[in-house]
């Protein structure tokens, strides 16, 4: 099947329409009364206004043609579904919800005329494995291994993917009418996508604007372009600091988990080279993990002599100046030119009796707060359609269909959901992942005229990376239980082996492991025997 684009008279004609109940082209198929609900999804991580690639396939599988549209004034055109009469499924964003949720639409068994085309629309040619993006830092694994680009990954599918960025969504099926069509997508690019149904799984980025100087000298570690610019930083610290005494002062904001990470990483990457502080509000670290990952995170940062100052928040980011060195801080500066390059962080005390502190450092990482992008594709002359909570969610039922909208379904950092103790779930892959699945099956039950499972999250415990050989994971199913060292390191990898993708992604990605661990096994026997032999 080919996919084709034909211009529109006009975009805004296409979208007034649609609004009005009689959004769609006048080809379009009018639905059954039954499918009622579909979800919708805008996808974005960050506003790169520049980016206006369009990725479409040519067959009945994903193309890699790349078609280059207009960065400005670009002509409106809406998207031709390849069939008249399948249901168009279009999920906004290529993350965990995203992606897994159709790979889920594709593993499912379908009537021949009920199968439905799925568009995915993601601004980035490549799904991240989030979890694993501290092992770039380590040089653990390749960029290949945990961003493998969509058009491999749905290379045997009938999924097309669009490399784009959502503008607009102009959702028809809250109206309560029976239209041609549930909505449309409007693309930076001017592409126009009508959908029967939509998913929401647009995600979240980075919140740098709490503090006064985060969002101008902090670096988040959220995205794979944040762990490659994290990278490139520290190399060009080490390079710079090569032969030196002076050491890399390195500040984590946040002792999550995504802090405490981070920070076990760059500890043991630096190790004598290096100082790392880890700033935190509470008076301990990761707060609400289980006692046995909090101690073993503890263990290890203590080992690596990780400064922990708890207690404390971050006032102010500012760049580094010479008169506000004190004659101590300035016996530690190689030069004027380098303590001019450091950035100054204050730190003002959680709780009484505690001291303010100002500290001085190289590279500042941002670990705390995130926001969620649904707000950004609100319509700008009207209020938005989709019921947001006050962190920007669009608020669900227990199906993951968005209240007030059955053909719009959300998922991941898009949805708000809460546990059978009322308690927010939170905004992890694991919950993510479990989402996917659950969206993908009531996708099928809403498009067969079958009853919607209602999604129930079930925590199958936490993991977290301390080093290239160290990690820490705590399974739900047994209390008390936590793998620590090399084992915890093991078991947390072949999880995270069994979650990628495909069957084809995981198979490569565990050939290259097993390779990488042998070939670091050989090396290790080979230096005992040298030193064995030497000291014999």
Known sequence: MECALTCSSSAKIALLSCRQMQCGSTRSPKLPNIWSGLPRFGSSRRNNRSLRTVALSTSAGLGSTMDEVPAANAQNVNYMWPDKKRPRVCIVGGGFGGLYTALRLESLVWPDDKKPQVVLIDQSERFVFKPMLYELLSGEVEAWEIAPQFSD???????????????????????????????????????????????????????????????????PFYTLEDAHRVDKKLRELERKNFGKDSAIRVAVVGCGYGGVELAATISERLQEKGIVQAINVDKTILSN??????????????????????????RCITKGVESQTSDDESKNMDSAADHSESLILELQPAERGLQSQIIRADIVLWTIGSKPLLPELEPSDKPYDIPLNARGQA???ETLRVKGHPRIFAVGDSSTLRDKNGKLLPATAQVAFQQADFAGWNLWAAINDRPLLPFRYQNLGE?????????????????????EGFVGHTARKVAYLIRLPTDQHRVKVGISWLLKSTVDSVATLQTMLAKAQSGS
């Open 153 to 219: 990954l749905l290379a045997n599918t009938d999924v097309r993917f669009f490399k784009d960025r959502v503008k607009c969504l102009y959702p028809c099926d809250h109206l309560g009418t029976n239209a041609p069509t549930a909505g449309t997508v409007q693309l930076e690019s001017g592409l126009l996508i009508e959908y029967d149904w939509l998913v929401l799984a647009i995600g979240a980025e980075a919140k740098l604007d709490v503090v006064p100087g985060a969002a101008d000298y902090a670096l």
């Open 395 to 397: 608020e669900t039922d």
């Open 289 to 314: 993990a289980p006692a046995g990952n909090r101690e073993a995170a503890l263990k290890v940062l203590s080992s690596r002599k990780v400064q922990l100052i708890l207690g404390y928040f971050v």
């Open 463 to 483: 993991m977290m990376t301390l080093g290239r050989s160290d990690a820490a994971v705590s399974p739900s199913f047994t209390d008390g239980l936590t793998l």
